[in-house]
């Protein structure tokens, strides 16, 4: 069975009339799971698609190093 593990993902949204950093931390399976994650929150909550988003990092992090509750 699987364990639940915590990601960051850094990246930058790049979209004509938003351009921006960001970091999010989520909890998957695995990386490409953290990056779909990602993909997902961002498009529904600030309209953005896939393409204007670039995932530059995901890495693993311990509960300790998160900024924030992770749900």
Do not use: C, W
């Not at 364990?3 to 921006?20: A, D, H, W």
């Amino acid at each position: 069975m699987s364990e639940v593990r915590i990601y960051r993902v850094l990246g930058r949204i790049t979209k004509p009339n938003l351009e921006t950093g960001f970091q999010k931390e989520v909890r998957a399976l695995k990386p490409e799971d953290a990056a779909e994650e990602v993909y997902k929150t961002l498009g529904s909550k600030h309209r953005v698609k896939r393409h204007h988003i670039k995932i530059e990092n995901i890495e693993e992090i311990r509960a300790e190093e998160t900024s924030k509750t992770v749900a």
